[in-house]
């Protein structure tokens, strides 16, 4: 999983969205943290696009951008 996240983190450096310095695994992480944490708290099998949308816009970038 981990490679996954840090290879997306890579495309979006390529794409100017993300800094290039490498990326913490724990920051690459944290989208994944999030929603399992949503699924544990809701107890549903699947979370509302709005959630995933504020894990990424308020959350995931904000954190990845301003480690640049």
């Known amino acids: 999983m981990d490679r996954a996240w840090l290879?997306?983190?890579?495309?979006?450096?390529?794409?100017?969205?993300?800094?290039?310095?490498?990326?913490?695994?724990?920051?690459?992480?944290?989208?994944?943290?999030?929603?399992?944490?949503?699924?544990?708290?809701?107890?549903?099998p699947s979370v509302p696009d709005e959630v995933l949308v504020e894990i990424v816009d308020e959350v995931f970038l904000p954190l990845v951008r301003g480690l640049g």
């Open 7 to 44: 290879g997306m983190l890579e495309r979006a450096a390529a794409r100017g969205e993300a800094p290039a310095a490498p990326t913490h695994h724990r920051v690459a992480t944290t989208p994944i943290m999030l929603l399992r944490a949503e699924y544990a708290m809701r107890g549903i």
